[in-house]
């Protein structure tokens, strides 16, 4: 029988369930199991697709063209699970469907309420992920236990684990035990608080996992266990890491926690096998070079609006043995001044949406092309680079995409014709992985070793293909095509150390054993502008 594993959070929001849930589903994953993974979230959106990134972090796409929750990206990357359609669930996705039913007379004309119709549609999405081959499923439910619109969720969760048992449905709580700076001491009532809430709605955590910034000691855990009513081996600390994230599946494995689950779900503790995270982690905290990566982003005062880029660069550092350093930098703070670029190895020019930031990042990409600095452009990165390219050596000054000009005289870049005269923002865009050919001799065929790739998506607008001889005449190469040549998938410049546009995300599908082979591109491309930079210093 498949067995089920509920994570909650207590305290404060942000404490870090989805690095905590993916580490332990890599813990379990090296002691030889099967786990799915996935992510409730209880607003009132559908998805995540039309929330702005300030409100919600990234949005993280999955192959099937699932829009979700940032944490989703943790799962696949930690884990190495594959995330769909039935890896997040919200609020609004769950209502939407209930109301839906009701409208068609699924109910047969009973009163729709919470109980059971809600919690009912909840406990189905749970099950969603129970498929064949799958030992574990772990739920990890957002917000805070407190919150008004987790209620239907948890109590999702206390009815799930009466019918299957609780030997075959555990809960594990992630609370916070502060550090007291003027007093200098640990505090535990926040967190027998939080269990406390849960206690009241009929749910008896199993595993009390607690974030702290020192080390807990042996008082602080009897209290806890006492107060909380889980057994002292049970109350788990997970204090703060010092380098890196990383870090966290050694020190929860350093914990047991992995073990301990297994004994409560009565499942064989087999051998862990850690070896190639352990060597992982020896190339984190051993880096060998380094360089600095410049992120001219319209998101610039959220790092968990590019989390996933963050990420990438860090694979990409642990491929090549090197600590990349990344700074955000507010497009829009470039307009006039794009040489502050100069003292950066490298550029990525990232997504986004709207017209806010979009001349700081043309600007941007006038400079780095001009000056030879290795430049990475994501989906609207590369719309600006094809804009820019157009405008300064084509000399269509008023180039534009028609997202941002919809009555520019040149549209570089325009809507899908399938989308033209479409309203409605919510699922309008090209979502998901989709197959792109590359064209022999170009930079991207050689990093990517192949002519054949996937890789997802997520816009609305395209490469104008009127533009696309005049373009490729003044030195732009199509780099990529959709496989029946009629889509633009990427573009490079020839002579440049390092130029290269994708109209997809290849950030959603880096991990770290495997460095996405763009971002390591563009990381040793920096690494080589540093070396020679340091190089001719010494000369």
Known sequence: MTKFIFITGGVVSGLGKGITAASLAYLLKARGYTVAMQKFDPYLNVDPGTMSPYQHGEVYVTDDGTEADLDLGHYERFAGVTCDRHSNYTSGKIYSRVIAREREGKYLGATVQMIPHITNEIKEAIRSADKEGVDIVMTEIGGTAGDIESLPFLEAVRQFQNEVGRRNAIVLHLTLVPFIHAAGELKTKPSQQSVSILHNIGIFPDVLVCRTEVPMAEEHRRKLALFCNVPQELVIEEEDVKHSIYEVPQELAERKLDEKVLQLLELPVAESRMDDWNDLLDRVLHPRGSCRIALVGKYAGLRDAYKSIFESLSHSGIALRSRV???????????????????????????????????????????????????????????????????????????????????????????????????????????????????????????????????????????????????????????????????????????????????????????????????????????????????????
Request: proline fraction near 7%; charged fraction near 25%.
């Open 325 to 539: 350093e990344c700074e955000m930098i507010e497009s829009e703070e470039l307009e006039k001044s794009p040489e502050r670029l100069e003292e950066f190895d490298g550029v990525i020019v990232p997504g986004g949406f709207g017209a806010r930031g979009v001349e700081g990042k043309v600007a941007a990409l006038t400079y780095v092309r001009k000056r030879g600095i290795p430049c990475l452009g994501i989906c609207l990165g590369m719309q600006c680079m094809v804009i820019e390219y157009a405008r300064n050596v084509l000399g269509l000054s008023k180039a534009n995409s028609t997202e941002f000009d919809p009555e520019t005289p040149d549209p570089v870049i325009d809507l899908m014709e399938s989308q033209r005269g479409v309203r409605q923002k919510g699922g309008t865009m090209r979502l998901g992985a989709y197959p792109c050919r590359l064209q022999p001799d170009t930079l991207a065929a050689q990093l990517y070793g192949c002519q054949e790739i996937q890789e997802r998506h997520r816009h609305r607008f395209e490469f104008g293909n009127a533009y696309r001889e005049p373009l490729e005449k003044a030195g732009m190469a199509i780099a990529g095509t959709s496989p029946d040549g009629n889509l633009v998938e990427m573009v490079e410049l020839k002579g440049h150390p390092f130029y290269v546009g994708c109209q997809f995300h290849p950030e959603f599908l880096s991990r770290p054993f495997h460095s996405h082979p763009l971002f390591t591109g563009l990381v040793q491309a920096a690494l080589q502008r540093k070396e020679t930079a340091s190089h001719a210093q010494t000369h």
